[in-house]
Nanobody, 122 residues
Framework: VQLQASGGGLVQAGGSLRLSCAASGRSFSNYAMGWFRQAPGKERELVASISWGGGATYYDDSVKGRFAISRVNAKNTVYLQMNSLKPEDTAVYYC????????????????WGQGTLVTVSS
């Protein structure tokens, strides 16, 4: 499985970005997908995740109401729409493949993309 994240960049506080993650392989639609982020000096954290069919989603409290995760299985792609960005959202964002079953967040996550940097200026 290969995951390619894109869409990061520099944005002012209050702005928006949309991240994309393209997955290789035929089994994309069978698995939950997640977006993680890691800020300098901090541990990687799960930001949002979505079940294989899109019927269930999870959001960390810090992004609820601002971020939206979605997927298009026909395109093997998962998205993260990020609105009302804050400086504390600055991090490298990673997409990852989870499990076929959902549980509470779709994890554990075992395949990771290379990350895309999001920088939010104040």
């Amino acid at each position: 499985v290969q995951l390619q994240a894109s869409g990061g960049g520099l944005v002012q506080a209050g702005g928006s970005l949309r991240l994309s993650c393209a997955a290789s392989g035929r089994s994309f639609s069978n698995y939950a997908m997640g977006w993680f982020r890691q800020a300098p000096g901090k541990e990687r954290e799960l930001v949002a995740s979505i079940s294989w069919g899109g019927g269930a989603t999870y959001y960390d409290d810090s992004v609820k109401g601002r971020f939206a995760i979605s997927r298009v299985n026909a395109k093997n792609t998962v998205y993260l729409q990020m609105n009302s960005l804050k400086p504390e959202d600055t991090a490298v964002y990673y997409c990852a493949r989870g499990r076929p079953t959902w549980g509470t967040t779709g994890g554990p996550y075992e395949y990771w993309g290379q990350g895309t940097l999001v920088t939010v200026s104040s």
